[in-house]
């Protein structure tokens, strides 16, 4: 049995830890840290594309020789090389950043990273009166969560995503579904994860948040479009569509989703991509029928959310920030006595898929028992509690 005094304690231990790395890694002047690597990683390419868009050289946001030699100006002795695949939006949100040097524009973007998160986490635990009475478990496993330390790790882009599906589940709660697909329709500035939240919906028949998220996204995309201009977003769906080509080198190391899963197990390249297609659809039908049943909403909503991660085709250790909501919701099962805690089958799977972020290093068909396998096992041990 996991009690609640072990995930105090767990939670506290992971935090300390995590934290305390954290800071002694980037405790040193300029913009490397300790082992020698760009701090924020990821962040750099966004500052880059976001200095392109600040000049209004739109035009170079899809030419990756010319990237790399910004970032090569921005950080001297960088030799990180990015494929140019992140949408305007991207860039036109970073670009006021780029005003500042790069190590203060990071600092920036890591703090409202953090607020946002804790924004996030505050809009959920207020409306879960079970969870509020226990603040300090909360309060550190909020701190502890490795979703949040890898995406601050990485100067990832996740928060986005995360703010994204909080605000639509939020939504949903009070009934206001066509403004929860608004808010889902935010996922659009990384297209795959709009579509999997839209193959959720529409599963589910839930056409309302699907005509919202269809809204949002066009909104975004429009308003875009009067931005950089229709070159600049058609140089935007070429990328897209050259993705499937170029998937590998875009996820060197297999990524947190059914589809990573399949590849890793199955050798023959397209039936690893029929098995993905199954049991994608597999989840959607099981997830619609977990959204339609009268179960209670913090299942239902649960359910949707580890149906589109596991059937997002592109899912890294940052992007499992997303769990977030997850974690809160089904506490206030375990909390009001919906869930009976004396059962260690779901808290296990939980657990694992808390810890999925921290166990990057592991070999894939470890590694995925942690993430993929551990979601697709709650989403059935939902199902069984829809019924």
């Avoid at 994608?280 to 997830?287: F, R």
């Avoid at 657990?351 to 396998?373: I, K």
Wanted: hydrophobic residues 55%.
């Amino acid at each position: 049995m996991i009690g609640l005094k072990r995930v105090r304690g767990y939670a506290t231990v992971i935090a300390g830890c995590l934290w305390t790395i954290f800071l002694i890694d980037m405790w040193v002047p300029g913009p490397f840290d300790r082992f020698g690597k760009v701090k924020g990683t990821d962040f750099l390419h966004f500052y880059v594309i976001g200095s392109m868009a600040r000049e209004g050289r739109n035009d170079l946001l899809y030419d990756a020789r010319a990237q790399f030699d910004r970032s090569r100006i921005v950080v001297p002795g960088s030799n990180d090389f990015y494929l140019p695949v992140e949408s305007p939006q991207t860039a036109l949100a970073i670009a006021p950043l780029t005003r500042s040097p790069y190590t203060v524009a990071l600092a920036w973007w890591l703090l409202a990273t953090v607020i946002g998160y804790a924004c996030c986490c505050w809009a959920m635990w207020r409306q879960l009166p079970g969870v509020r009475r226990y603040q300090y478990a909360v309060v550190a496993c909020c701190i502890a969560f490795p979703g949040l330390y890898s995406t601050v790790l990485h100067g990832q882009t996740s928060l986005v995503g995360l703010a994204a599906i909080t605000a639509g589940i939020l939504a949903m709660r009070r009934g206001w579904m066509f403004i929860a697909g608004l808010a889902l329709g935010l996922l659009v500035f990384k297209p795959h994860w709009w579509l999997a939240a839209c193959a959720v919906f529409v599963a589910a028949r839930e056409w309302r948040v699907v005509a919202g998220a269809i809204a949002g996204a066009t909104a975004q995309l429009g308003i875009t479009t009067l931005i950089v201009g229709m070159p600049t977003m058609s140089a935007y769906v070429e990328v897209l569509r050259s993705l499937p080509r170029i998937s590998r080198l875009l996820e060197p190391r297999s990524g947190d989703s059914l589809k990573s899963f399949f590849a890793v197990f199955v050798p023959v390249e397209w039936l690893a991509l029929g098995l993905y297609v199954a049991a994608a659809g597999a989840a959607l039908v099981i997830t619609a029928g977990i959204w339609r049943s009268q179960a209670r909403f913090e299942i239902r909503a649960a359910a949707v959310i580890l149906t589109v991660i596991l059937i997002c085709p592109h899912v890294n250790a940052y992007d499992l920030i997303l769990l977030c909501p997850v974690y809160f919701l089904l506490a206030e099962c375990f909390a009001d006595g919906t869930f009976d805690g004396r059962r260690v089958a779901l808290p296990l799977l939980l657990c694992a898929t808390f810890l999925a972020p921290l166990v990057v290093a592991l070999p894939a068909m470890v590694r995925l028992q942690f993430s993929v396998t551990a979601m697709a096992s709650t989403l059935l041990v939902l199902r069984s509690k829809a019924v």
